[in-house]
């Protein structure tokens, strides 16, 4: 009996090990994935408003908050995070980026913890699939974007433990952090809300816990009276528009084409031109090249490590069998049924609101969903845990490789827009006018992976976009940037 007992210690211990290593080397993976060109992040589109400009203005919550835009009708956590915490990283928004990056490697670390507890023992590619890939960069690294998904996802895969603690313990107070966390991942982008709903009603249903929905229910009543209440107040009122019930289903084949565009035309295009572009890139880096290739091997090494032992659960001891589960095809075919929910799920928003306008920042809440479907695929055809940490590994260091190319590309485009932005800022500093001339950059859009509606764009695409350039760098709100023709 206690060498039983102490066999179990071990394994729990070994266990705990275990998570640990791989717990530290996803965020390190995840930082790493923005490290190429050093721990550097390059300033992008809104960035210049929401962190260089809006924090600073004198009169914050009459000119922006409440005021002018009345940008707090909108998104309300997302614009409290913005102006009272992103905002103070506006001269070191780097270390912005890399604290995103470790909410976004807690996060994935999360979701592939909520998968186990409702017994789908996803392998080491789910995490892969769902942080890594170039397809998500966009969402994952421009801040504008990636305060709102990533930290919003975050709190989404928060609340799910916390309800999963309610189903398990049954506790008043797990119930009350399951309300306050879910509320909070409500304020920040409307596609979580969506696919936190029905992640949330998969687990009541599954664990037949009916008391969790009114708390959801209570969230949702909320949120939605907030944007109700406030809908001609906010700049960004075109999110609650509704499109009538008879345009619905042309509409949804609209958004259909948009997403198969998006994965399929544009999406192929950063996974074929970007995996070329980003060996060149790093081949032709040098020293520099080589030194991150090393640091990138050993932690797809250290991963293929951690993320290749057996699931502890089902480890035998003395012929007993812990916990084991069952995966048949008729499993296969459940997850894949909620893969598909959980894909489509966040792409309602754009079917409601009459918005066909899909960018690759709008892939990461679908990421849950696509990558337990290719897990689940996965999963069937290769058995052992061991080769599925190497081939998961293997994927891993392509899309780090991929990534390469779209860091370069906002790279380019920002350094353009910052060195026009900079000499402007220095004509505005010498004469005090607030109406200045310029010509217009060139940016080569063709050279990109994939030039798709605003992804990887220029400020200087529109002179009232420039203008927010200028205006980040010198905390003035009054001043008009025109190009000549």
């Known amino acids: ?58 009169n914050l919550w009459s000119e922006v908050l409440l005021g002018g835009p009345g940008i707090m009708f909108s998104r309300p956590f ?19 980026v890399i604290i995103i990056a470790v909410i976004g490697g807690i996060t994935a670390v999360l979701f592939k913890r909520f998968f186990e507890r409702m017994d789908i023992e996803v392998s080491p590619l789910f995490i892969v699939l769902f942080l890594f890939t170039p397809l998500n960069f966009e969402g994952t690294y421009w801040i504008s974007a990636s305060s709102r998904v990533v930290v919003s996802l975050f709190f989404t895969a928060a609340s799910l433990h916390a309800l999963l603690d309610y189903c398990d313990d049954g506790k008043l107070r797990s119930l009350a952090e399951f309300a306050i966390i879910n509320l909070i991942s409500y304020g920040f982008y409307e596609q ?34 907030y944007y109700i209440l406030f809908i001609g107040e906010s700049n960004n009122n075109g999110r609650m528009n509704v499109m009538s019930p008879d345009a619905l289903p042309a509409f949804s084949l609209t958004v259909l084409k948009e997403i198969y565009t998006i994965f399929v035309t544009q999406g192929g295009k950063i996974f074929t031109r970007g995996f070329r572009r980003g060996l060149e890139m790093i081949l032709n880096n ?16 250290a991963y293929a490590f951690f993320s290749g ?4 659960g089902k480890i035998r001891i003395k012929g007993l069998e812990m916990n084991k589960l069952r995966y048949d095809l008729k499993r296969f075919g459940l997850e894949m049924l909620l893969a598909a929910l959980l894909f489509f799920a966040p792409f309602i928003p754009f079917v409601l609101s009459g918005n066909q306008w899909l960018n690759f920042r709008n892939l990461v809440p679908v990421s849950v969903g696509l990558a337990l479907a290719v897990d689940a695929v996965f999963r069937l055809l290769v058995k052992n845990r061991r080769v ?10 392509l899309f780090l490789i991929m990534n390469v190319s779209e860091l370069y590309d906002y790279r380019s485009v920002s350094e353009t827009d910052y060195n026009l932005a900079l ?11 607030e109406t200045l001339y310029c010509e217009k950059p060139y940016i080569d859009y063709k050279s990109q992976n994939a030039a798709y509606h605003d992804h990887v764009v220029s400020q200087s695409d529109s002179g009232w976009g420039f203008s927010c350039t200028v205006r980040g760098l010198t905390h003035k709100k009054n001043i008009v940037v025109e190009f000549l023709e």
């Open 1 to 58: 009996m206690k060498k039983e007992k102490d066999e179990r210690r071990f394994v729990s211990a070994k266990h705990r090990n275990v998570e640990i290593g791989l717990f530290c080397t996803v965020v390190l993976l995840h930082i790493f994935k923005f490290s190429f060109f050093g721990f550097e992040y390059f300033p992008y589109l809104d960035d210049y408003v929401q962190y260089g400009l809006y924090p600073r203005l004198p």
């Open 423 to 433: 000499k402007l800022t220095e004509e505005y500093q010498r004469t005090g006018e």
């Open 78 to 96: 997302a614009v409290f995070f913005d102006t009272f915490i992103w905002g103070c990283f506006w001269n070191y928004l780097w270390a912005a």
């Open 388 to 397: 599925q940490g190497i081939v998961s590994a293997a994927v891993l260091a």
């Open 286 to 301: 040098g020293v520099s090249g080589a030194v991150w290739v090393g640091a990138g091997v050993l932690l797809c090494a």
């Open 192 to 225: 979580t809300i969506v696919l936190s709903f029905f992640m949330i009603v998969y687990v009541v249903i599954s664990k037949r816990k009916w008391a969790a929905l009114l708390p959801m229910a209570v969230n949702l009543a909320l949120i939605a009276s």
């Open 309 to 312: 032992f057996k699931p502890f």
